[in-house]
């Protein structure tokens, strides 16, 4: 049994509850092969010189690479890199996947994929948004078993292009189509929740999987953190 957790943690916007935001994740890890795929993770700070971000600094003192494993593609653009998704898990088994797996054929910051134990590859992402989404999404390959990540999009009215969504990795099913974001006025009022993290399972492993769940109370982030589990 494998259990993963997706979550866009917004510590690139807003690190007042980071302490917090790590020890929810700790905790998980510490559950039986856990393995956390994150998204808005900073690393380095612009407004620095390029430094190590304080934020990802903290991040390493809680995650120690000598008791996790970390996967990340912090090499794009030579290392200049303010925002990136990463990979944190205790299962020693990680390999890296070739860049035929990513979207457009190309690793960047938004994205990383690995190998688990031999037994199933995993690919998270954070979609760009605006009007450069679709074309994003589009780009995202069925190479992965699972595909976890901030999508910036759904099937939902309120997005743009609902119909060409529908469209992409009709070799998956999508386990999670339910309302994963807070989206709030510039008076802090809730305007609205929105459909925008995801997990697809390739369609030969949906039985595989269990106990979906957003933790809709967990309020750290403007998104939800997204559990569930693999069987196999």
Known sequence: MY?????NTALTEDNRYLDKIAEYIRVYLNTE?????LQQIPY???????????????LKEVFPENEYTWKMNNFFNNGYIFMQTVLI???????????????????????????????????????????????????????ADIIV?????????EYPYCKEYRKILDSHVCICNIPTKEIYSSS???LRKSCIDHIYIKRN???????MIVHDKVKFSDHYPITFCLNI
């Open 3 to 7: 259990n993963i957790l997706n979550w």
């Open 33 to 37: 092969n856990a393995i956390a795929i």
């Open 44 to 58: 380095k700070d612009p407004c620095n010189n390029w430094e190590y971000h304080y934020v990802y600094n903290r």
């Open 89 to 143: 898990t205790k299962i020693k088994m990680i390999k890296e996947c070739g860049s035929s797996i990513y979207p457009n054929t190309e690793a960047t910051n938004r994205e990383i994929a690995a190998y688990v134990d031999d037994k199933f590859s995993i690919l998270g992402i954070h979609a760009r948004n605006g009007k450069d989404n679709l074309a994003y999404i589009q780009q995202i390959k069925g190479g």
């Open 149 to 157: 990540g901030d999508f910036n999009a759904g099937d939902y009215a």
């Open 188 to 190: 802090g009022v809730l």
């Open 205 to 211: 492993m949906v039985d595989k999987c269990e106990n």
